[in-house]
């Protein structure tokens, strides 16, 4: 996968070459790229924002400058997807949820490029002409604001490149089964223990070291219930009850 990533802090994506993310892309199974806004500017104060038309507090991100850039991301077409437009993610307060299931979407594009915006936002017209050109997704990953897009995109790329086939070693790809407790679109991940068995007096639930795995299965999805009825209520309004006999089937 190719990622391009739209910044006037190209700085603040250095955190995507630590790590998980990093390891991927140092085997050639991310391609990511930082651009700075500003190396499409050509004022000498490399201006990207203006005064909102219609007042109000705050500045707003020139399209000029996103024009170019987008411009110029598009025409270093990756090999590998000469066929498929990019789809252009917009981190924004104002987006859809990202959530894990557009996570998993988004991994399966060959080339996402990402813009981020800063202030009260980029001009809309940038988004209405890339529209015309590519998929555009505007994706909210909380209801809280932040100083800009930048962060919201570590979070996004982190999510979509551990799905990406060969970056998870296999012990945490099963976390992902459908079926298996902790799936985002089902319930919260209940209480994980490891050795010591008693630590600072106390200790772990006897049903882990009973070795019945079908007691043990059941429990943990009885914490995972309890957890999610206590934490997230209305994610159990979204819980398939046939999926939820079908589980305890297959435990
Ligand atoms: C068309 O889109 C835009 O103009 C985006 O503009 C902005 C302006 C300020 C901050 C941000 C960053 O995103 C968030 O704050 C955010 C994302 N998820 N939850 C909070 C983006």
Excluded at 113 to 124: H, K, L, N, P, T
Excluded at 143 to 162: K, N, S
Excluded at 211 to 218: E, S, T
Aim: proline share 8%; aromatic share 6%; charged share 25%.
């Amino acid at each position: 996968m190719r990622v391009d990533v739209i910044t006037i802090f190209p700085e603040y994506l250095a955190p995507l070459g630590v790590s998980l993310i990093g390891k991927a892309a140092d085997r050639g199974l991310l391609d990511i790229r930082a651009h700075d806004l500003r190396d499409w500017t050509h004022d000498v104060h490399r201006t990207v924002d203006d005064t909102p038309y219609g007042g109000g507090p705050g500045m707003v991100m020139k399209p000029e400058p996103w024009g170019e850039a987008l411009d110029a991301v598009l025409a270093d077409v990756p090999p590998e997807s000469p066929e498929l437009p990019p789809t252009l993610v917009v981190p924004t307060p104002s987006g859809r949820p990202f959530t894990q299931a557009k996570a998993a979407q988004l991994a399966e594009s060959p080339w996402l490029i990402f813009a981020c915006g800063r202030y009260e936002g980029i001009d809309r017209r940038v988004i209405d002409a890339a529209a015309e050109r590519m998929a555009v997704e505007e994706l909210s990953i909380g209801d809280y604001v932040l100083a800009g897009g930048e962060v919201a995109v570590l979070v996004m790329v982190e999510a979509i490149g551990r799905l990406l086939p060969g970056v998870l070693g296999n012990a945490e790809s099963a976390r992902d089964d459908s079926f298996a407790a902790g799936a985002m679109e089902s319930l919260l991940e209940g209480p994980a223990y490891t050795k010591p068995a008693e630590w600072r007096g106390r200790t772990v639930p006897e049903i882990l070291t009973s070795g019945n795995h079908g007691a043990i299965a059941r429990w943990r999805r009885e914490q995972a219930f309890a957890r999610t009825a206590a934490h997230r209520p209305e994610l159990l309004a979204r819980l398939d009850p046939a999926a939820l006999d079908k589980r305890d089937r297959l435990a």
